[in-house]
């Protein structure tokens, strides 16, 4: 029994080629001991080799040089999860909704009282929590100091008037 050096296929030594691909039945010229190889004939080599009627093989090429600036290729099917942002601190919010209202209003002035402390006490939370509305926090700070000092100037204007 020989092994095809080609495909593997084992087949009768008898036999001039490979039955499944074809190739030459190698020649051996000596013995061939059990777990050797089987020695390549004279003259003639293993598929692959030169001297012998192989087809020639094309070419093998390097694969192309990777680009470290170029964007690693993408799964056009596979969407990214949406970035959501942190949430708005409640009491900022409501710390400019109560300037507002006490600006339009301009009759209660516990409405910006309790938005200025709204406002006040809000500023660390976004900081600890890393949430948003900073800005509406230092606007309700300042819209509600705004509209308690108009209050405070009226109120010692009514004194003022009183003595008199």
């Given at each position: 029994m020989v092994q095809c050096s080609r495909c593997g296929t084992i087949y009768e030594e008898s036999a001039a080629y490979c039955p499944h691909c074809g190739a030459n039945a190698p020649v051996y010229s000596q013995p061939q001991e059990y777990g050797q190889p089987p020695a390549p004939p004279q003259g003639q080599g293993y598929p692959g080799q030169q001297g012998q009627n192989m087809?020639?093989?094309?070419?093998v090429y390097a694969p192309p040089p990777v680009n470290p600036y170029s964007r690693p290729p993408q799964n056009p099917y596979y969407m990214s999860p949406p970035i959501v942002p942190p949430p708005y601190n409640g009491m900022a919010v409501g710390g400019f909704v109560l300037s507002c209202v006490s600006l339009v209003l301009c009759c209660f002035p516990v409405t910006a009282l309790v938005g200025l402390v709204l406002s006040i006490i809000s500023l660390p939370q976004i900081d600890?929590?890393?949430e948003r509305g900073k800005g509406l926090a230092v606007a309700g700070i300042?819209?509600?100091?705004?509209?308690?000092?108009?209050?405070l100037l009226m109120f010692f204007l009514a004194m003022a008037?009183?003595?008199y």
């Open positions: 087809p020639p093989q094309p070419p600890r929590r890393g300042i819209l509600n100091a705004l509209v308690l000092l108009f209050w008037d009183g003595l």
